[in-house]
């Protein structure tokens, strides 16, 4: 065992994710934080510390976006961390929670992740247009479709993918997200949908995409001990896993994500795991593209490089296939607010394993699953393995 | 390679540039119930702990103590008094204002927190001073916190 | 989510509802200005645009000319221990054709962007710039030799902007 104590998720909660929500970030930190505690039968004065997980501030547009939602996270007067990796956030906040909880600190960790992207007119976007080198890119004109697209070039190149094969990836997530009441962009699409929707920055079109998204999400991180009184159903984090790349985006062959391999291979050495498809019951790579769910379940070590398009295609990662792939529906269905999403894809794992996620649980009694978030300049991986 | 010292940035080869983005805050739920109450009816409402009783001033959806929920609004009037104050006499940008304005947080009594705002109709402030607020006119109110132009010294 | 819970809270709102004033909002612009240093490299990078050259630095330990160039070596952690130009010209690793532009607004005519491995770097070294005078954007293809057009030495004020673009050449 890793670390003094072990740790389980004992609560987890999400808000609605929509393009815009009427609640401030604070309150939607508070929205989700609470659900947390409910579903955990705990209260605020049995959390010992609190980890908030938020993207950059520069969408909600506060500075210092970590302090201003910490009343909302339960952390008046508490310990307090807030930690920021780009996209990587929402699995990275969990990990960081993991430390406060495994050193032996605290018994107990209340994690929250909070994005309002809808602050940021005229779009969300534009905010990320900062991410980019002052000097050598933004004079070109830098848009951060344009990364993704350059990624999903070279992914589909270098293994001769079809956007068709891509587009599975759409079509089976905004379909799972039917079954998800918190889904932002759920829908009933076709394959021929996404190749004639809009093209944004080829090979990406609009139907690839997900949304920019308000949301939040959260889950209490307990001790072994606390969990025996709090729960008969505890979920434990076996695995955490993080890694990043350098900026120097421009010097990488981008169609394998060397850093999620090395975040994933931390986390399984950790869980003991050494042949993660046979091993793993349940996946939620992050999604926020098509063609990232097959780059990332790469990543993952899920199959071999080039492979996840063809076991997308045979189904394999459908519900009921023997690798199922982000049933929540993903950020494809459900919407992106940054750090809630990554988020919300522990929860689900949380939920799986339970065998509570109502409509859309997996069948044949989950016991292992993993989550991932990516983010940042094309560099950050964080992976978090759950065991029940 | 040199590592000189350069305390001026403008004196090493640098860019120039901006960043650039409109931002639009929704008041979010309390927010908006508390400023509709400012611009419609000229209110200053606080909100109530059920756990603590604590009345919360501006209002917010919960108690960050008890983390309960807050549903009882209360009207907390339109006195209160000079908790602290400053007087400033430079503006945002660092320019000379022409006449000092004296900022204040502003307590309401029995209740936490305060509202931050100019006082006015007067040169000369004190710790504790009672205070009221001064509103706009309706027709000038659009349920933002210069919906009050100032507090005025209170008898 | 959880078949145990409910109801989900969040009340959504339309981005139409700001303009129609169904939602309340505070309105902010932030006027912060910048004033970004380049650095000991980039700022060596930059005097070489001005000239019409492409520089690199160099690590003796890996051995790699690395472009856009640094003080350090981010693999070997060690300062770098050299320049050395580079060829304005090189092949295409990758590319995406653009109908937004940087706040997600429509273009008419697409905006092309490409990684370009430069000759003379070592392998997988890139930098980003745009393509232009490619004729059908659907043409383009990774692997295509392309080479830089530069501004007149007049114009050039040393920014990568000095090149204007990179065209695909015929070999």
Known sequence: ?388 | MSLEKITNPFNARHWIGHMEADYRYTLGIAGERFFKEIKENARIMGAKCPVCNAIFVPPRLYCEKCFAKLEEWVDVGKRGYIYTYTIATIDIDGKKLEKPQIYALIKFEGAHGGLIHKIGETDKVQMGMKVEAVFKPPNERKASINDIAYFKPAE | MSAKIKHFPGEEIETKDFREGKVLFEAFRPKARYAWSAGIAISRFLEELKNGRIIASTCNKCKRIMVPPRIYCEKCFKPTDGWTFVRDTGVINTFSVSFIAADASRLKEPIVVAIINLDGASEGMGIVHRIEEYGDWRGIKIGMRVKAVWKPPEERVGAITDIKYFKPIKE
Not at chain 1, 174 to 190: C, E, S, V, Y
Not at chain 1, 246 to 253: E, G, L, Q, V
């Open chain 1, 1 to 388: 065992m890793f670390g003094k104590k072990r740790v389980a998720i004992v609560g987890a909660g999400v808000t609605l994710f929509r393009r815009n929500l009427k609640e401030t970030g604070k309150e939607l930190a508070y929205h989700a934080a609470k659900m947390a505690l409910e579903q955990a039968g705990m209260e605020l004065r049995d959390i010992q510390s609190v980890v908030m997980g938020t993207a950059p501030d520069a969408f909600d547009g506060v500075h210092m976006k970590g302090e201003y939602l910490a009343d909302g996270a339960g952390a008046y007067h508490k310990p307090y961390t807030r930690v920021f990796v780009g996209g990587g956030t929402g699995v990275f906040a969990p990990l960081a929670g993991w430390w406060h909880v495994a050193s032996g600190q605290f018994d107990t960790c209340l994690v929250v992740c909070e994005e309002k992207m809808s602050s940021c007119h005229p779009h969300p976007q534009y905010a990320f247009t900062t991410i980019f080198d002052p000097i050598l890119e933004r004079p070109i004109g830098m848009n951060l479709i344009w990364i993704f697209a350059l990624e999903m070039n070279r992914y589909m190149h270098k293994h001769n993918i079809k956007k068709e094969d891509i587009a599975l990836v759409s079509v089976k997530n905004k379909r799972n997200a039917l079954d998800n009441p918190i889904a932002q962009l759920a829908a009933n699409i076709t394959v021929e949908d996404v190749l004639n929707s809009e093209i944004m920055a080829w090979p990406v079109q609009r139907l690839d995409v997900s949304p920019t998204s308000d949301g939040a999400a959260a889950t209490v991180l307990v001790s072994e001990d606390v969990a025996k009184e709090v729960t008969d159903n505890p979920v434990w984090i076996d695995g955490v896993g993080w890694c990043i790349d350098s900026t120097h985006w421009t010097d990488r062959d981008l169609y394998y994500p060397d850093y999620v391999e090395y975040a994933a291979r931390m986390a399984y050495k950790m869980a003991g795991i050494k042949n993660p498809p046979k091993e793993i019951d349940v996946a939620e790579p992050y999604d926020p593209f098509d063609y990232k769910e097959l780059h990332h379940m790469e990543g993952l070590l899920l199959c071999k490089k080039g492979e996840a398009p063809k076991l997308t295609r045979e189904g394999v990662t459908q519900r009921d296939g023997d690798l199922p792939t982000c049933p929540s529906g993903g950020l494809l269905g459900c919407g992106n607010p940054i750090a809630a999403a990554g988020m919300m894809k522990v929860c689900e794992i949380f939920w799986q394993l339970r065998g509570e996620a109502g409509k859309r649980q997996v069948p044949g009694d989950p016991r292992t699953g993993v989550a991932q978030a990516w983010g940042d300049l094309m560099q950050y991986g964080s992976v978090i393995v759950l065991r029940r």
